[in-house]
């Protein structure tokens, strides 16, 4: 199956701080790629939707000024999480979505990045 | 919006149990797609369903989408260890190829 990947699989840093949070689909090409956010026994939260080569869609009540997300390229998503407060410390997920193939429209995950703002 | 309820939360079965988690959505559905998270790792595609009643099996796990694709479920036959973990039934989203997800059943397997 496609593999995604994320650098760093995990981050502390000092609050006030910026954190850059990278996604790369190794073996395809992602248009499209998602950022989720989880909190510890619970759900995925879809933050915002990563387009190639245009800015990126947030969900309500994300703010956009904090969570930076360029899509440089068709293997490369960031997540900057800017100014980061204890609030934010989370697990980080991206994922990216293959098209053609089997098309199935299946989502494959990168293994996250654990963020702990101290 | 779309919601995607997921029950139950928490599962709790000895080895060799059957189990079975849940998904209602408020609206149809054009398909649904089951994951399944490892303690610590991140979400696994399994499988999507498409078509109303469709059912389908891997090894002792069957996945079944209701008539009126607004319902699906997960029933692993014979729990084993392996099995542990956090499963999640996501319906599309409201943008294009996003996914609402279910807030998962965390399945524990005693021994």
């Known amino acids: 199956g496609a593999v995604v990947s994320q650098h760093p699989s995990w981050v502390i840093c000092k609050s006030g701080t910026s954190v850059k949070i990278e996604c790369r689909s190794l073996?395809?090409?992602?248009?499209?790629m998602f950022w989720y956010r989880q909190f510890p026994k619970q759900s995925l939260m879809l933050m915002a939707t990563s387009n190639e080569g245009s800015k990126a869609t947030y969900e309500q009540g994300v703010e956009k000024d904090k969570f930076l997300i360029n899509h440089a390229s068709l293997t490369l998503s960031t997540l900057t999480v800017t100014s980061a407060h204890p609030e934010d410390s989370s697990f980080y997920i991206c994922?990216?979505?293959?098209?053609?193939?089997?098309?199935?429209?299946?989502?494959?995950f990168g293994p996250g990045t654990r963020l702990t703002v101290l | 919006g779309q919601q995607v309820m997921q029950i139950p939360q928490y599962q709790h079965v000895q080895e060799g149990e059957d189990f079975t988690t849940y998904c209602n959505s408020s609206?149809?559905?054009?398909?649904i797609q089951w994951y399944k998270q490892r303690p610590g790792g991140h979400p696994v595609f399994l499988i999507q369903?498409?078509?109303?009643?469709e059912v389908k099996k891997q090894k002792r796990l069957t996945f079944q989408f209701g008539e009126a694709k607004k319902n699906s479920s997960l029933h692993i036959t014979a729990t084993q260890t392996t099995d542990v973990g956090t499963y999640f039934c996501?319906?599309?989203?409201?943008?294009?190829?996003?996914?609402?997800f279910g807030k998962g059943t965390k399945l524990s397997v005693i021994p």
């Open positions: 996501a319906g599309p989203g409201a943008g294009s190829y996003q996914l609402t």
């Open positions: 609206t149809t559905l054009s398909n």
């Open positions: 994922s990216a979505r293959v098209f053609g193939g089997r098309g199935l429209g299946e989502q494959f």
């Open positions: 073996d395809f090409q992602a248009t499209t």
């Open positions: 369903l498409v078509k109303s009643g």
